[in-house]
């Protein structure tokens, strides 16, 4: 199985091919991907550089694409396309469906990967896009268990990806409206979720609260590990009482299920986390590589190291080993 990391600088793609990585995604320094913060994503140069730097050492460059054109807006999406491809990029990912019309069609030897924010979760969904487009792989949202992935390869005539390490978002990819709502800014149409312009942190009689807008967030007890303020992820009080309503602040650890997610005919592992430093990068990636190898060779995986790079130090299988219905 491939091993697909994020790197959202170009010393983050470096630091992941050095790590061992197969694949690096990452995105234009605009709205046209899903992480589109501050600082991080791609000038055209660096995205040509990073390809070359990938390229000698054998690993692919896979450039995002997944956020959704606005109408009259098209080209800024369309110059994307094009500008990846020109580039030398490995594949693209693409979750508009008008999007990967154009690419297709404009470029009909480039190899496109359907993005997670399309939500494709059955194959006859995916089958419609491999058929007219010839999508050559799905990342499949995480809303999914191992035994329905495992149908859906064997159902199916493209690769499928799938996340193992990460943060979890409310299991609504491609149509997540909260940060909308709070910010006025969505991951799925302005490329960010949850911008960092929009958080504050403040102490208020021994605890810390955490905002988001206009939003009160969560409050955390001295010592308690603080988790960045996403509105899906907030601690809410209600007539039940009071918790996180919509997701633990926890990250997905799949290095336990690895050889399930192998049997089930999965392609490539995916690493969410374009955002994070090179020090996780780094120490996500390496892991990875250690336990896939072991797996590869037969021997037994060494113990999983992840657990400080997790979020709120702490972890779950989320739906690959889901107990509700």
Request: charged share 20%; aromatic share 8%.
């Amino acid at each position: 199985m491939e091993l697909i990391c994020p790197a959202g600088t170009p010393a983050a793609l470096r630091t992941a091919v050095d790590a061992g990585a197969d694949a690096v995604y990452c995105g234009f320094a605009d709205a046209t991907n899903a992480r589109n913060f501050p600082g991080l994503n791609f000038s055209r140069r660096e995205l040509a550089e990073g390809i070359a730097y990938a390229h000698r050492s054998d690993a692919k460059v896979l450039v995002a694409i997944n956020t959704f054109p606005t109408a009259g807006a098209q080209a800024l999406w369309h110059r994307a396309v094009d500008d990846a491809v020109a580039a030398g990029a490995d594949a693209l990912i693409i979750a508009d469906v008008g999007l990967i019309d154009y690419a297709a069609r404009t470029h009909p030897d480039q190899r496109l990967h359907l993005s997670v924010q399309a939500a494709a979760s059955n194959p006859d969904a995916i089958g419609f896009y491999v058929r007219r487009f010839g999508v050559r792989r799905v990342v499949l949202p995480r809303v999914l268990t191992v035994s329905e992935i495992a149908a859906i390869t064997r159902a199916i005539d493209c690769e499928t990806e799938v996340f193992i390490f990460g943060g979890l978002c409310v299991m609504a990819e491609g149509r997540c409206s909260l940060s909308s709502h709070v910010t006025g800014q969505s991951p799925n149409m302005n490329g960010v979720c949850s911008p960092a312009s929009h958080v504050t942190y403040r102490e208020e009689g021994g605890t810390l609260v955490s905002r988001l807008g206009d939003f009160t967030i969560n409050r955390f007890a001295k010592g308690e590990p603080a988790a960045y303020p996403t509105l899906c992820k907030g601690r809410f009080k209600t007539s039940l009482g009071s918790g996180y309503l919509f997701e633990d602040p926890v990250s997905l650890d799949a290095a336990a299920i690895l050889p399930g997610l192998r049997a089930a005919g999965v392609t490539a592992l995916k690493i969410e986390g374009r955002q994070r430093s090179r020090a996780y990068i780094e120490g996500v990636v390496r892991g990875f590589r250690e336990q896939l190898d072991a797996l590869d060779a037969g021997e037994k995986p060494p113990a999983d190291r992840l657990a400080t790079l997790t979020e709120g130090q702490n972890s779950t299988l989320g739906a690959y080993r889901k107990n509700w219905r």
